[in-house]
């Protein structure tokens, strides 16, 4: 960080900055975890498969504050996780997929094979 009379700048008062304005943000529908000073949170107390217009404002929101979130133990069918992630917008195909399967949902998978 550099001091230059007395103002300091650089990538350690934004980093605080941007914690201190995330950190006062106050959600009363769902719980939020923090994964990292300014991006990534953990989302937890929602049901993605039956969401509230209030509930999905917070979400909304959480997203915009922290660019990516997670939920675990969804268990949502791809008619529900479709129709969670149109909320958001307009849904893309994905052009390479095998036949069969459905072109706006692209499962990642990682096991012990992988």
């Known amino acids: 960080m550099t001091v230059m009379h007395g103002l300091s700048f650089g990538p350690r ?29 953990e989302i937890s107390g929602a049901d993605l498969s039956a969401l509230d217009d209030a509930t999905f404002a917070e979400v909304h929101q959480a997203f915009l504050d922290y660019k990516v979130v997670f939920f675990r133990d969804q268990d949502l069918t791809t008619e529900a ?14 052009p390479f997929l095998p036949p069969g399967q459905v072109d706006e949902v692209v499962r990642f998978e990682k096991g012990e094979e992988v």
């Open 13 to 41: 008062r934004f980093l605080d900055e941007m914690r201190n304005e995330l950190e006062s943000q106050r959600y009363e529908r769902i719980s939020l975890r923090p994964l990292a000073a300014t991006v990534g949170a």
């Open 81 to 94: 996780h479709m129709a969670f992630a149109r909320r958001f917008g307009d849904l893309e195909e994905h």
